[in-house]
Every structure is written in C-alpha cells, then in structure tokens.
C-alpha cells in the first residue's frame, strides 16, 4: 500500500518539522526526479515513483541519524502500512544489497543493524528501488545535480565514495538512459 500524492507531502512536512534541514528539498528533488524517468520509461507508474522518490528519506524526521535514518524509516513506513514506501526507505542506499558500502556512520544499535541485514538479505529489487537509488545520486537540496559532482560532493563531506557503489550509480543511469532512449540530464531538466 502506498500513500497518496497528497499524503506524502503531508509526511514530509511533518518530518521537516520535526527535524528541519535540507533533506526534504532533496526529498523533493529526488520525486521530481523519479516520476520524469517513470513517466519517460512508459512501462512504469510515475505516481507511484514520485511518492517513493519523496518518502525515500523519511527516516531523517526522527533526527540526523546516519545510517539510522535507514532503520527509522523503515520501521516508521511500515508501521503505517507503507510496505513499498519502507521497502525503498531500506533499499535505497544500498546499490549491491550490502551495508559494507554505506557512506556515514553506524550509528544504530546491533538490534536495528541485524534488521537492516536481514531485511536487505531478503529484499529482491525492482525497477523502482533502482530508480530511486539513481534519482537519490541525481538530487542535491537546491535541484538536479550532475551524477558525478554529486558523489564527488559525497565524498568530499564523508571522506570516500566505495568504487562498487559509484560504478553502480553509473551503471544505473546508463540503465535508464537506454530504457528511456534518452538523456537522463534533459528528462529531469537539469539546469
């Protein structure tokens, strides 16, 4: 089950509220995103994609956790019956299905990061956890952002960028790109 348009933004407001900074205009850019790739595929639901795009990072409303954020909102999506929203809360930081090539700190207890391992274990991806990984690498607070200048920004604030996780990136905009027979940059309008 998913929320509504309408719903989602109320969610989001409510958790910029409760923790105020730029995550919910990166949350916004990242479903701007997301439904202009769907929409461009033609075999995917855009409504559905701007939604997981803008509850991707939902998990940040309980405070500016790092990998907490991850265990935060999927716990939170799933206790309101947002199995698809949590399953992208959980998913979209993980390109390669492993917590090894996670950017920031392991700020979780061992019972949220055992949940996190066991769930990621047993999560198969679909288009749309990859679609918001990639619009996740495309969304910076103040819009669009080149993917490589984006992680590039990542590691320069974290210190490293796992090579696996940036290849995959790349891979994954590739992946779109051909799905669309178009450019990534132009479809989500880029400055």
């Not at 916004?28 to 855009?46: F, P, Q, R, V, Y």
């Not at 509850?55 to 990998?67: A, M, S, T, V, Y």
């Not at 996740?136 to 992680?151: T, Y």
């Amino acid at each position: 089950m998913l929320p509504t348009r309408k719903e989602a933004i109320a969610l989001v407001k409510d958790g910029v509220a409760c923790n105020p900074g730029p995550w919910g205009k990166h949350c916004l850019t990242t479903a701007h995103c997301a439904e202009k790739i769907a929409s461009a595929c033609g075999d995917m639901d855009s409504e559905k994609a701007y939604i997981l795009g803008l509850l991707h990072d939902i998990g940040r409303k309980f405070g500016p956790r790092h990998l907490g954020h991850v265990s935060d909102g999927y716990t939170y999506m799933k206790s309101l019956g947002y199995d698809e929203v949590a399953k992208i809360c959980l998913t979209h930081s993980f390109n390669n299905h492993t917590v090894d090539e996670y950017i920031g700190k392991f700020d979780v207890s061992e019972e949220e990061l055992t949940l996190i391992k066991n769930k990621l274990a047993e999560t198969v991806y679909d288009e749309y956890d990859l679609l918001i990984q990639l619009c996740d690498s495309l969304a910076g607070a103040d819009g669009v952002l080149d993917i490589e200048v984006r992680m590039n920004d990542v590691k320069r604030r974290y210190g490293s960028y796992p090579q696996d996780k940036w290849d995959s990136n790349i891979e994954l905009m590739h992946h779109f790109e051909k799905k669309m027979n178009q450019n990534i940059y132009l479809v989500c309008e880029k400055d």
